[in-house]
């Protein structure tokens, strides 16, 4: 269940003042996968849909509030992500 309009910043080896600078205003920085991870920047408006906090959710049971990349992880597969994101987009 997920989707995105933009390209996934795929950047794990930049420094976190890089990735900062990465993400515009009224956005932010997940990262999803199962095993490896990618990143993506996606709308702060997002947060309200009710899928995306189902997911939200899975990532507190999963990894509680302690995430090894340094930011949110969102623990499901990227196409699953990707189709989920792009519905948002559409309504």
Not at 35 to 47: A, C, D, M, Q
């Given at each position: 269940m997920c989707g995105f309009p933009w390209a996934p910043l795929i950047s794990t080896e930049d420094k976190s003042e890089r990735r900062s600078a990465e993400v515009p205003k009224?956005?932010?920085a997940v990262y999803v996968g199962e095993?490896?991870?990618?990143?993506?920047?996606?709308?702060?408006?997002?947060?309200n849909d009710s899928s995306f906090q189902d997911l939200l959710y899975q990532a507190e049971e999963e990894f509680g509030f302690h995430h090894s990349m340094g930011g949110l992880t969102i623990p499901c597969s990227q196409?699953?992500?990707i189709d989920l994101i792009s519905g948002f987009s559409r309504t």
């Open positions: 009224g956005h932010f095993n490896e991870k990618k990143r993506f920047v996606i709308s702060v408006s997002y947060l196409d699953l992500f």
